[in-house]
């Protein structure tokens, strides 16, 4: 993960250089770590318990000083594909899949579920069944983007948990086969340079429901822990991810509210300032009503969705 520029908008020692500061060290001689490979959510979610495995895929150079960390935190770790010995699984040539846990026989019980079906394996790695199921349920059809799908799957009225909002992680919701999926999925990087989307989540997994229970309580110990640790990194994911987002599909959307930092879609840039300028917004029979620029009302029709995710 490149370094991210100076401009990044972050609280102050939250991130620098693709590293975060943590206020509370995770062992002695852990008081920063990497943002990525793994992410702080899946270390976090494996140091609470909440997630028995979690992967990462990196590179070799990489992979010593995750070996060292592993070790400070009394993790063990397993490469997935050595172990397999077979080929076919890789992410990509030159990254290795490593799993990492707390006890070796479950990462061991992982790789082989990975080997068998890489969409149903998220049992494996602490995922609640719901969302595994609903999951599968959506990569088998893929008839729809997966926040669609999940927000139509989410009922009763109300704010929405921040810390289950996915609609910025692309993960296991490509389709890589697809020219057009690529090329949008590159464009959208390219306007989001300077944030760090890859680790900008809090679950690592697509939860079934924005109000999936299982979900948010594992959501609610992992974003704990993390706060604890690393409070101005809390804070800075909070400000990415508590926020009202318009959604129509999946590279097209905009979270409302203040300028940075803030994600931006591939929605034409006209739409996205005159969205980004508005107050909040609020359903109403005729689609989504927010306060323009001026008091002037403003009414989207009934094909946008009205995701809020600004949950204490
Ligand atoms: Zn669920």
């Not at 790789?111 to 609640?128: I, M």
């Not at 999951?135 to 109300?158: H, P, Q």
């Not at 926020?243 to 006209?270: E, M, T």
């Amino acid at each position: 993960m490149a370094a991210l520029p100076a401009n990044f908008g972050a609280p102050s020692g939250a991130l620098s250089g693709g590293r975060i500061a943590l206020a509370r060290p995770l062992a002695p001689g852990v008081s920063a770590i990497d943002a990525n490979d793994p992410t702080f959510s899946d270390l976090a979610g494996v140091l609470t318990g909440m997630k028995p495995v979690t992967y990462t895929d990196c590179f070799p150079a990489q992979f010593r000083r995750l070996a060292g960390l592993c070790r400070k935190l009394k993790l063990e770790y397993l490469l997935a594909e050595d172990y397999l010995a077979k080929a076919g699984h890789h992410f990509n040539n030159q990254k290795k899949m490593v799993l990492i846990g707390k006890t070796k026989s479950k990462l061991i019980a992982a790789a082989k579920a990975w080997a068998v079906s890489p969409s149903a394996w998220g049992t494996y790695l602490g995922y609640p069944a719901c969302c595994v199921k609903k999951y599968s349920a959506w990569s088998d059809g893929k008839k729809e983007d997966l926040v669609r799908a999940t927000a139509r799957n989410t009922r009763g009225a109300g704010r929405l948990d921040f810390r289950l909002n996915n609609v910025w992680n692309y993960f296991s919701r490509m389709n890589f086969e697809n020219p057009a999926d690529r090329a949008a999925y590159a464009a959208f990087l390219d306007r989001n340079q300077g944030l760090d989307l890859a680790s900008s989540h809090v679950v690592s997994w697509h939860p079934c429901s924005y109000r999936c229970p299982a979900s948010v309580k594992k959501a609610e110990v992992i974003f704990g822990f993390m706060a604890r640790h690393a409070p101005d990194y809390a804070e800075l994911l909070r400000g990415l991810l508590a926020r009202q987002v318009i959604f129509w599909d999946k590279f097209r959307y905009a979270a409302l509210g203040p300028a940075l930092p803030r994600v931006r879609s591939l929605l034409d840039a006209k739409t996205d300032a005159l969205l980004a300028a508005c107050g909040p917004a609020s359903r109403s029979r005729a689609g989504i009503k927010l306060a323009g620029p001026g008091k002037k009302a403003l009414t989207l029709p009934k094909e946008a969705l009205l995701l809020d995710f600004r949950s204490a």
